[in-house]
DNA sequence: CTGTTCATTGGCAATTTAGCCAAATGACCA
DNA sequence: TGGTCATTTGGCTAAATTGCCAATGAACAG
């Protein structure tokens, strides 16, 4: 039973583990909106294409996008949107985190 | 613009980062059911009590949760609870990828 | 006061991650 | 065929993370 919770464990941190960089927040971010190809992810993240095309495969091999060839372009998409429903609530934890410092300072 | 979404994506993957871990992940599971001090997380994480403490430090720095010493010890309260609104998403994502490597195994 | 429990901190070695450049591959155009 | 654009991969270094042990400090029982 104990292995067993600790292997779901582990699974769940390998896809949040993905999620933890801001340039593949962006990422996912953007691709919550549309699809986008390695290019234009690129321009928008303002890396490398070298460095943009790992995180890239960061999120595909954690199961959070997939990627369709299309000419000689892939496009990225984002396979499970309620990855979105994660900044909700992340954005409460810093509200959180605002006012207690708030407290502190008074 | 842009550089104040780029610092609003790095305060978010501080979070996320933060949970990033089987260890932390267990520990936000058992706070999710009752407050619990270093020494009972300890036991159930299984690790030495000074790397619980260090995940500990993780998890109150990014705001996730807050302590209150009471006596000789301390103990350890989840902050916000809709943390665990993360977990059924990415359980989402874990079936979704079993659903793939099904697919690809055909 | 002394010994014990609870918890945090410093330090260290091993592992992982990030990001750049250069090279390789594939598609497409002229 | 040659050239260019799009993307991935290998290699490398710098930086961050993990987890253990040892040392420290606070609370408390006797």
Do not use: W
């Not at 949040?16 to 549309?34: C, G, N, Q, T």
């Not at 460095?51 to 372009?73: F, M, P, Q, Y």
Request: positive net charge.
């Amino acid at each position: 039973m104990k292995a067993k919770s600790k292997a779901r464990f582990e699974a769940r941190a390998k896809i949040i583990k993905a999620m933890a960089h801001p340039a593949r927040l962006m990422i996912v971010d953007e691709l919550s909106r549309r699809e986008r190809c390695v290019r234009d992810l690129t321009e928008m993240v303002g890396s490398d294409v070298s460095t943009v095309s790992k995180h890239l495969s960061v999120l595909r091999n954690a199961g959070v996008v997939r990627d369709e060839k299309r000419g000689s372009k892939v496009y990225y998409i984002l396979r499970t949107p309620c990855i979105l429903n994660f900044m909700s609530c992340v954005e409460t934890v810093i509200k959180s985190k605002a006012e207690e410092q708030l407290d502190l300072a008074k």
